[in-house]
């Protein structure tokens, strides 16, 4: 069930790309970067699974539950790049990677970002430590408009 809420997740995403950029043309490297950061961040769920795919979803499946999140996976990726190809002025192999690097981000920021409770006691406790706890879509904004930016 898990894997499935992931792989909707990737659904919703490239719907979410594909409708920001749709009457678009010229978005430069923080543009889409931007789009990214935007869209990904309001995809709660899925943020908070995709690290958990690859730990463990993908591998706790049979093999043609894999191969059909794999191919779904890829597929929503494709059609992002797509949409940011045609929108932007960043190449595809490019976008790839800045597709790669924002599901990395989003991935290990969102655990980050949201403590577990005992976690968030303690940074309480131990105020110095809760920078560790950051606002998850300015920290994704700021790094992939970075990533964005040396990509291209």
Known sequence: MLLELAERGWRQWCDAVTAAVRD??????????????????????????????????????D?????????????????IVDALDRAGTMTAGQLRNLITTAISLAAALWQASHPTPTLAALYEQEPSWAHVALDFEPQLGLLLRAT?????
């Open 24 to 61: 678009r043309a010229g978005l430069g490297p923080h543009q889409v970067a931007a789009v990214l950061a935007d869209t990904i961040s309001a995809l709660s769920v899925f943020c908070d699974l995709l690290g958990h795919v690859a730990l463990h979803l993908e591998g706790d499946v």
């Open 63 to 79: 093999l043609e539950r894999a191969r059909i999140y794999k191919t779904n996976a890829f597929a929503a990726a494709g059609r």
């Open 148 to 152: 964005a930016a040396g990509l291209a």
